[in-house]
C-alpha cells in the first residue's frame, strides 16, 4: 500500500497514481482503501483524524526504517519532533542519525499515515517534504493539527 497525496487537480493526481503502479487507468479503490481515502479527505478538510489504527505492512522494509516508521506512528496529533531527536530515540547520536531519519522519512510510502510532516529540521524549522507542494504542503498540513511555525520572527543579524 502507498499513500499518493493530491496534485494540482484530480488528472495529475491520477497520472501520478497510475504511474506509481504501474496500472494502464484508473479504477475504483477496494473498500478498505475506499474508507482510508475518505479519512485522508476528512483530515485534509481539517477533521481531526487518528491514523494510527491504519494496518500497514512494512515487512518488505530494513528494520531500521520499520522501526522509524513505527515510532512516528505515535507522534500525536499537533504534536512534532525533531530529525535529531527523532534519530536519538533510535539510539542514533550523531548527526549522520538524522541525515538517515531524513533520507528514511523521503521514502516514506504512506504520508500522513505515517506522520512524517510532524518531523522537523534543527531549531524547529520547517525542513523538507517529498509529497507534492514539498515544504508548502508540509506546512498546511500543519497547520490543520494547530501547529504555525512562524517564519516572520525578525532575526539578529548573522542568524
Known amino acids: 500500500m502507498a499513500v499518493q497525496l ?5 488528472a495529475a493526481t491520477e497520472r501520478r497514481l497510475i ?4 496500472s494502464t487507468a484508473a479504477s475504483a479503490p477496494p473498500p478498505e482503501i475506499a474508507a482510508l481515502i475518505a479519512d485522508i479527505t476528512r483530515y485534509l478538510a481539517g477533521e481531526r483524524v487518528d491514523f494510527s489504527a491504519v494496518a500497514v505492512d512494512l515487512s518488505g ?3 531500521f526504517r520499520r522501526q522509524l516508521y513505527d515510532t512516528m506512528r505515535a507522534l500525536p496529533w499537533g504534536t512534532t519532533t525533531t530529525y535529531g531527536a527523532l534519530a536519538r530515540t ?3 547520536e550523531s548527526w549522520e542519525g538524522a541525515r538517515d531519519v531524513g533520507e528514511a522519512m523521503g521514502r516514506n510510502p504512506v504520508p500522513i499515515v505515517i506522520p512524517c510532516h510532524r518531523v522537523l529540521a534543527a531549531g524547529h524549522k520547517l525542513g523538507g517534504f517529498s509529497a507534492p507542494g514539498g515544504a508548502a504542503t508540509k506546512a498546511k498540513l500543519l497547520a490543520l493539527e494547530g501547529v504555525h511555525l512562524d517564519r516572520s520572527a525578525p532575526r539578529l543579524p548573522g542568524l
Open 90 to 92: 533510535l539510539g542514533l
Open 6 to 10: 493530491p496534485a494540482r487537480d484530480r
Open 19 to 22: 504511474a506509481r503502479c504501474g
Open 61 to 63: 522494509l530494513d528494520p
